[in-house]
């Protein structure tokens, strides 16, 4: 037998002198007590180290010190100190790059980091504008350039990492069979290395025994057991343990397994096993790259063989098998129950309520204990009907409610009357019926924390056929359930109609389900910052905009929320409904862990923006205060106050409208005929003289967006089709309004065909073609244009005080649009300066 070779990391390798001299240097010359100032009792120093390149190409490093106070709250905010001269106090130079020379002999040969791009010394002067850093594709750039002056040292490294010195094959065994029994080894063949497994060498991997514990009665007989490993899939050879436990019984082989941590694929007599490290690598993978399942294990059989001369050993079906009970265990684990099947329900009804009680109610009416939050429902993640099992391993334990008493409800509610009065078209309007053919859902809608976008606990929840009203009550009300809050804020893109008969139907729920409004001293409905634009006038009672007592809360993390979550809707929709809620379950129980170990940072830069910005807004403030006389904010003030405390008095903030709108202008002229027409003054055609005009003003829209279009230029075939299509349409309509034309005004008639008729511009007029206008520049003589002495004739004076009625409105509709539009400009400049960066979205804006 040949010797082999390990697959395992280069643990004895020398250090790099370089590196080992860099520490010798540095390390001693360490800044002690004795270099710095003496601070004083109340006050502490912080050192920041920066690292710098100058101009010159030359690398050092700078440390600044800052005095901050003891208090945790006071450091956040505290500011670099000076020497007395303006400029950032250093360390001595016994410990500074720029001074050393050893220290730069060492850097010199070191490569650019990132910490080594930052500005030269000079604009670390605060006082000073500092210069515009590089662009981020450049620096990117510069980071694999440095790279390239090691390539054939980094390829020599890994050559000689496969060169290792050898094991012969009677210590391999030895050396692995405790500790490593999964390693891959390679065997010499006399030409090549050809890959083996340690079971072909003999080794017996003795399960039941931990720590190397000898068994003293071990199983006569072996098992092959197929074992799957993030390194690969291989056979490996077994011993179960007989010994006699605590309670005189034999301990099961899956027990055993699970033991060495490996979680066997049945409780029968197992033959296939997956190692805890495999498992969890796919969550973790599955959780952050929403990698499904099947190409997770078509990498494994990659990693075991991916020559291609030999057969793969398939393990799919049994790794799908696990992964579902495996999920389940680490939510039990987590929540630290202490049996799978018999474990209770976390969602237990009323478990916490004395407890939030007694916390909250001796401050009532503290505002700051308000609940806040946010419902949407995503349409994406739709589910096919396959005829699978909906089998479910802990129904209602996590986010999902319970499956059976929520279809209970929808069933009861299939005939709840659902009344549109909003003019916004949301998807929660547009598919509140809506059902997809050969699906079994059609969406999830979901209730999270408006603060920090938590995913509620029994707050998600199927869509049957769209999004209902009774579908997103039942989540609330689930979610709500065990809990008391004094002040209950929800925000939801449809509130403005969703809230009208919330209470009413309330009623048809269970009553120890039901909101007890007696408990509850305010309910609020809001609607998210970017969906509230699009909701028409009368909406500033939902705006979190300009309600009081909502801090910065914005509605629209749950939309992120879904943008995470919808790479899985491909995958997701061809599993059973349970293996669906097991799989949310799993990645929203990840998803809310990421936000509570992301507090520490999350919640302190909150911190500091919201001091820096408080200085910055009450500075503004005071600034445009001070252009207003006093009792003019004081009348603001109080009609603030006033709609407050009841909304139903005028808005302060509803922007007003013009008092001339072409809308009203048209409603008044129809509305003054038909009182005409009931009193017995007919006109002189079918068509009132109000809507002729109306009718012409139309066509002049209609001709000038023609010349427009023709204006920007048409090449291909179908864009002249098109255009001759619009020409021959407008025609018509212009001869069918210059019939009635004819009747109310008949004086036209001659101005119309003089128009028409082109003079000649020679003598053999009779020979040449007459000229056709086009319908886009047909002269339609509406009053306003008629000669002088035409246009004051008295049987054209209704016509004309009606057509400049319709006319100033038409101008203060265009002059409100105009303004409008300048307004969504700035708007859209100010958030491209704070938001757009990066070299590819700045040639776009």
């Known amino acids: 037998m040949g010797p082999t070779k390990r697959r395992q990391k280069n643990s004895g390798r020398g250090t790099n002198p370089k590196k080992a001299r860099f520490q010798q240097i540095v390390q001693p010359s360490e800044p002690t007590e004795d270099d710095f100032p003496k601070p004083s009792v109340s006050r502490d120093i912080v050192n920041n180290i920066h690292f710098y390149t100058s101009s010159s190409g030359r690398r050092g490093q700078k440390t600044t010190h800052r005095e901050v106070s003891p208090n945790p709250g006071e450091k956040i905010f505290a500011s670099v100190l000076d020497d007395g001269t303006g400029n950032l106090s250093s360390l001595p130079d016994s410990v500074c790059a720029t001074t050393n020379p050893e220290v730069q002999d060492v850097m010199s040969g070191l490569p650019f980091n990132e910490g080594e791009g930052l500005a030269p010394e000079a604009t670390h002067d605060l006082g000073r504008k500092q210069k515009s850093r590089s662009r981020p594709d450049l620096r990117a750039a510069n980071q694999v350039r ?88 291989q056979a490996v050879e077994v011993r179960f343990c007989e010994c006699l436990d605590e309670t005189s019984d034999f301990t099961r082989e899956w027990a055993q397994l699970l033991r060495r941590g490996w979680f066997p694929a049945t409780t029968l007599r197992p033959s296939t096993a997956f190692t805890f490290r495999l498992l969890d690598t796919f969550q973790e993978l599955n959780f952050q790259g929403k990698t499904n399942l099947f190409d997770f294990w078509k990498t494994i059989e990659r990693l075991t063989d991916n020559s291609g001369g030999h057969k793969n050993i398939e393990r799919y079906k049994q790794l799908a098998h696990v992964v579902a009970p495996t999920i389940r265990l680490e939510r039990l684990e987590r929540h630290r129950e202490s049996s799978w099947w018999s474990a209770q329900p976390v969602h237990t009804l009323g478990r916490t309520s004395r407890k939030v009680g007694r916390l909250l109610h001796h401050r009532h009416g503290i505002w700051i204990y308000t609940l806040f939050l946010m419902i949407d429902a995503n349409f994406r993640a739709r589910c096919k009907d396959r005829n699978f099992d909906p089998f479910e391993l802990a129904p209602g334990w996590s986010y999902y409610v319970e499956e059976s008493s929520y279809e209970l409800h929808l069933k009861n509610t299939i005939d709840q009357k659902e009344d549109n009065t909003c003019s916004a078209e949301h998807n929660a309007i547009t598919k509140a019926h809506l059902r997809k053919e050969g699906y079994v859902a059609s969406g999830i809608s979901a209730v999270l924390c408006a603060c920090h976008a938590f995913v509620r606990r029994n707050g998600a929840g199927d869509l049957q056929l769209g999004e209902r009203y009774a579908n997103m009550d039942f989540l609330l009300v689930s979610t709500l359930a065990g809990s008391l809050f004094l002040i209950l804020l929800i925000s939801y893109d449809i509130a403005c109609q969703w809230y009208r008969n919330f209470f009413k139907r309330m009623a048809e729920f269970p009553p120890e389900t039901r909101l007890d409004q007696s408990k509850i001293k305010e309910i609020r409905f809001t609607i998210p910052k970017k969906h509230y634009r699009v909701h028409g006038p009368n909406h500033s009672r939902f705006s979190l905009n300009l309600l009081p007592r909502v801090g910065r809360t914005y509605g629209e993390g749950i939309e992120s929320h879904w943008s995470h979550m919808n790479p899985l809707a491909l995958s997701t929709r061809e599993m059973s409904l349970g293996m669906r809620h097991e799989v949310y379950n799993d990645h929203w129980g990840a998803w809310n862990w990421q936000k509570t170990i992301s507090f520490e940072e999350s919640l302190l830069h909150a ?153 000649s511009s020679s003598s053999s007029s009779s020979l040449a073609k007459p000229t056709v206008v086009r319908p886009e520049n047909v002269a339609l003589w509406l009053p306003s244009a008629l000669p002088p002495y035409m246009r004051l004739l008295d049987s054209l004076d209704d016509l004309r005080k009606k057509e400049r009625r319709l006319r100033i409105a038409q101008l203060a509709d265009a002059l409100s649009d105009i303004r409008r539009v300048h307004r969504i400009l700035a708007a859209i400049i100010d958030y491209s300066k704070l938001n757009v960066a990066g070299s590819g979205q700045r040639a776009t804006t």
Not at 702 to 726: D, F, N
């Open 607 to 759: 911190l500091e923006d919201a001091h820096t910005l408080k200085l910055q807004q009450r500075k503004t403030y005071d600034q445009y205060t001070s252009t207003f006389d006093v009792k003019v904010i004081r009348e603001w003030e109080e009609m603030i106050k006033a709609w407050e405390e009841d909304h139903d008095r005028p808005d302060p903030y509803e922007e007003p409208q013009a008092a001339v709108s072409y809308a009203t202008a048209k409603k008044t002229l129809n509305e003054e005929e038909a009182i005409e027409a009931r009193e017995g003054k007919l006109p002189r055609h079918e068509v009132t003289p109000g809507v002729f005009l109306q009718l012409g003003l139309e066509l002049e829209d209609r001709q000038r967006a023609l010349r427009a279009r023709l204006a920007s230029g048409m090449r291909t075939i179908s864009e002249l089709a098109e255009q001759q299509e619009k020409r021959n349409v407008l025609s018509r309509r212009v001869e069918t309004w210059q019939v009635m034309q004819d009747v109310h005004m008949p004086m036209v008639a001659p101005l119309r065909v003089s128009s028409d008729e082109t003079p």
């Open 146 to 233: 440095s790279w390239l002056p090691f390539r054939e040292d980094f390829l020599d490294e890994i050559i000689g990492r496969e060169s290792e010195d050898s094991v012969v094959c009677s210590c391999l065994v030895e050396q692995h069979v405790h500790d490593h029994p999964l390693h891959r080894i390679e065997v010499w063949t006399g030409k090549t290395f050809r890959r083996s497994t340690l079971r072909d060498f003999g080794l017996i991997v003795q399960l039941g025994h931990s720590g190397g514990k000898k068994c003293t009665n071990p199983s006569s007989k072996t098992r092959r057991i197929i074992l799957a490993d993030v390194t690969g899939v």
